[in-house]
């Protein structure tokens, strides 16, 4: 079964500053994608990133970065000059199969604190 | 571009009441999947659909729980006789087949008494 870790419960950065929020996956697939959601506190899910597991290059958005090091399963997202409106939850997921339209599995997520 | 609607946003009921949700995806959107999550804890999926084929079950659905989503457009989750164990968020998402892209919904609170 796919499954999702995020070791993190929480962290806490001061404003402008940069964070990594990290994230392992366990899947016995060859193709799949990763992502990382934010949650703020009105509970609205928001897709931040996505990275398509074949792509060599790590996505990037604005701000967002991933590192994504496929033979140690391993999916993190840097936040840089980060800012007040960066607070949230942050959800690792992964599809659970090579079928895109699989489900989306979600990790237990990483609550993000940012200082002023 | 209308986004993912849920109704109500919030529900309170006491224990044993059937309470059903609703869900509007975005218009284009044929897939649409239910997620719960509990405080502190990640979205859990329920089901999915494809148009109006309900295409997977989690174990986590009960049989107390139904979906439906009779003409591939919105959807319905209804809980019959409600325990304090269902109190959740329930989320509801919509995607285009083929982009693996889901948008969610604001969800609804259910708090049972």
């Known amino acids: 079964a796919q499954t999702v870790t995020q070791s993190q419960p929480e962290m806490s950065v001061q404003e402008a500053e940069t964070v990594t929020l990290s994230c392992t996956y366990d899947?016995?697939?060859?193709?799949?994608?990763l992502f990382w959601y934010k949650q703020p506190p009105s509970r609205q899910m928001i897709l931040v990133i996505r990275?398509?597991?074949?792509?060599?290059q790590n996505a990037t958005e604005n701000r967002f970065s991933v590192n994504f090091q496929k033979a140690a399963k391993s999916f993190s997202l840097k936040i840089s000059d980060s800012q007040l409106g960066d607070a949230a939850m942050y959800f690792c997921a992964s599809i659970a199969s090579m079928n895109r339209d699989d489900k989306i599995i979600f990790g237990k997520g990483t609550r993000l604190h940012i200082l002023p | 571009d209308t986004g993912v609607s849920q109704n109500p946003r919030h529900k309170i009921t006491k224990r044993g009441q059937n309470v059903t949700f609703r869900c509007d995806p975005i218009?284009?959107?044929?897939?649409l999947y239910w997620y719960r999550q509990t405080l502190g804890q990640g979205p859990e999926f329920l089901t999915y659909f494809q148009n109006e084929a309900q295409l997977e079950k989690s174990r986590l659905l009960s049989d107390r729980f139904s979906a439906e989503r009779p003409k591939g457009s919105f959807s319905t989750l209804e809980i019959q006789r409600t325990e304090q164990g269902d109190s959740a968020m329930y989320l509801c998402a919509s995607s285009i087949q083929g982009v693996g892209k889901l948008f969610f919904g604001s969800g609804t609170q259910l708090s049972v008494l």
């Open positions: 990275q398509e597991a074949y792509k060599q």
């Open positions: 218009s284009e959107h044929n897939r």
């Open positions: 899947t016995s697939e060859s193709d799949y994608y």
